[in-house]
């Protein structure tokens, strides 16, 4: 195997991996952000809707992170969590509901009581979207961090509709993240985009999840720490490998872990970060 090396091209900011060969491979897609929308503009609008995202454009992003399931009916939808208790008030479980009946889902039910501050049913009746409609929404100029959501072993079909939409939409200024390091290998047999591994040290999920076993195991070329990993290494994670930390809301510590060498950080407060773009 040819030795590597990271090189950063500061003229069109992305990272690049070069090997003995003097051949040159591109890891993250060229113009990458340094700063990505958690979710979209996840304090302004309820997280991964249409309205969330429009918003992360309107604010300036230019590149947004964002969750997808495969629903029972085969669409890719877009929402965090696998039940619908906190988004939407429903006890269902994503995977189990068609898109029609996810349709009648209302994502500003937890949103709103959050904000007082915004007039009342300002989010009322915002749906959750599906893929298609988000890469529709955004824009082709808009960076992409999807992340695969599933909470079994293995879900081939997931992966293979979203390189699939990928493919149909035409979108190279993306990458694909997960958590289990099964759906990022699915991925890698049906989709060409740059993949990254997800790891937290929170005890909420399964231990191959809490350091670098998911990275091992995958193979991924990027590193997607959570903040708190980042912050207990002396290198914030950098190394060989590109590296996107999430969740950094303070504007210092984006400056602090940039200054290190981390590529991106993924906020939830995309308002606060104008001098980014």
């Not at 085969?74 to 006890?91: K, N, P, Q, Y």
């Not at 949103?111 to 749906?127: Q, T």
């Not at 005890?203 to 995958?218: D, G, Q």
């Amino acid at each position: 195997m040819p030795v590597q090396y990271i090189m950063k091209n500061t003229m069109t900011d992305y990272t690049t991996v070069k090997t003995a060969s003097k051949k040159e491979r591109k890891i993250l897609p060229e113009g990458w952000p340094r700063v990505l929308a958690h979710r979209g503009a996840c304090t302004r609008a309820p997280e991964n809707t249409l309205a969330a995202f429009r918003i992360a454009r309107e604010l300036g992003a230019r590149g947004i992170e964002l969750d997808v399931h495969l629903c029972a009916s085969g669409e890719l939808v877009v929402t965090h969590d696998h039940w619908l208790d906190r988004v939407a008030g429903i006890h269902r479980r994503i995977e189990d509901m068609t898109m029609d009946e996810i349709r009648q889902a209302d994502a500003s039910t937890y949103f709103d009581p959050l904000h007082p501050e915004l007039p009342p049913g300002s989010f009322a009746g915002e749906g959750i979207p599906t893929l298609d409609e988000v890469f529709e929404t955004v824009g082709k100029d808009m960076f992409l961090d999807i992340e695969l959501k599933t909470d079994t072993n293995r879900c081939p079909a997931l992966s293979q509709a979203v390189a699939e939409s990928i493919r149909k939409h035409n979108r190279n200024n993306c990458i694909v993240s997960s958590f289990n390091p099964f759906a990022i290998i699915d991925y890698r047999k049906h989709g060409d985009r740059p993949i990254a591994a997800i790891y937290c040290p929170y005890k909420s999920v399964p231990f191959f999840m809490r350091h670098r076993e998911a990275l091992y195991i995958s193979r991924a070329a990027i590193k997607k720490p959570a903040v708190e990993t980042a912050r207990a290494s002396k290198r914030a994670e950098t190394g060989s490998k590109p590296v996107l930390v999430w969740t950094v809301d303070s504007v210092d510590e984006a400056d602090a872990l940039l200054a290190k060498g981390v590529a991106s950080i993924i906020t939830n407060r995309i308002q606060d970060f104008a001098r980014y773009y």
